[in-house]
């Protein structure tokens, strides 16, 4: 990977024909348009066609999006309370927060609407069917789990939000 960032794309080609590589298969449809005339497919996970949704910095409005089950383990008061630093200094900062529901929705949404900055920070309290799509319409992920012994990790969410290239903070836990 290292490799083919630094050596000009017409050259790294020359290396993988000699090395006997017959055929690329890649995500990034920029790999593919430094590569030529090498064979080279772009493809998504597992051969499907790649999202072609991309997240977009907006620095006027930026969002910053929580995407997870309804529990306290999450940290999403974590998340809030550090909104309010981030609202402080970039006023048009908006928070959405996407909850599965789950026993403890009812309180983090009360939570949240009790804020200092409640009509900064969206609640939506029903599942997505396109996850992606809100990603790709967010400046940064935060997931701030605390802890999280259920989740195989990466968290399928986090994965979602890097497929569209939007920027993940998390924080250092087993999951």
Same mark, same amino acid.
């Given at each position: 990977?290292?490799?083919?960032? /630094?050596?000009?794309?017409?050259?790294?080609?020359?290396?993988?024909?000699?090395?006997?590589?017959?055929?690329?298969?890649?995500?990034?449809?920029?790999?593919?348009?430094?590569?030529?005339?090498?064979?080279?497919?772009? /493809?998504?996970?597992?051969?499907?066609?790649?999202?072609?949704?991309?997240?977009?910095?907006?620095?006027?409005?930026?969002?910053?999006?929580?995407?997870?089950?309804?529990?306290?383990?999450?940290?999403?008061?974590?998340?809030?309370?550090?909104?309010?630093?981030?609202?402080?200094?970039?006023?048009?900062?908006?928070?959405?927060?996407?909850?599965?529901?789950?026993?403890?929705?009812?309180?983090?949404?009360?939570?949240?609407?009790?804020?200092?900055?409640?009509?900064?920070?969206?609640?939506?309290?029903?599942?997505?069917?396109?996850?992606?799509?809100?990603?790709?319409?967010?400046?940064?992920?935060?997931?701030?789990?605390?802890?999280?012994?259920?989740?195989?990790?990466?968290?399928?969410?986090?994965?979602?939000?890097?497929? /569209?290239?939007?920027?993940?903070?998390?924080?250092?836990?087993?999951?």
């Amino acid at each position: 990977m290292l490799a083919s960032s /630094v050596i000009p794309g017409k050259c790294f080609a020359w290396i993988l024909a000699r090395a006997g590589v017959c055929t690329v298969l890649t995500p990034d449809p920029r790999v593919a348009a430094e590569l030529g005339a090498f064979p080279t497919f772009v /493809v998504g996970t597992a051969g499907a066609d790649p999202d072609v949704r991309r997240a977009r910095f907006d620095p006027d409005e930026p969002v910053i999006v929580f995407a997870g089950r309804a529990e306290a383990v999450r940290g999403i008061d974590t998340f809030l309370e550090a909104f309010s630093i981030v609202h402080r200094d970039v006023p048009r900062a908006r928070a959405r927060v996407l909850l599965l529901d789950r026993p403890e929705r009812v309180s983090i949404t009360a939570m949240a609407k009790r804020h200092e900055l409640a009509d900064a920070i969206e609640i939506v309290a029903e599942a997505r069917k396109d996850l992606r799509d809100a990603f790709a319409n967010a400046s940064a992920a935060v997931f701030p789990f605390k802890f999280d012994h259920v989740t195989i990790p990466p968290a399928l969410t986090v994965s979602e939000a890097l497929s /569209v290239g939007l920027p993940v903070i998390g924080t250092d836990v087993a999951c």
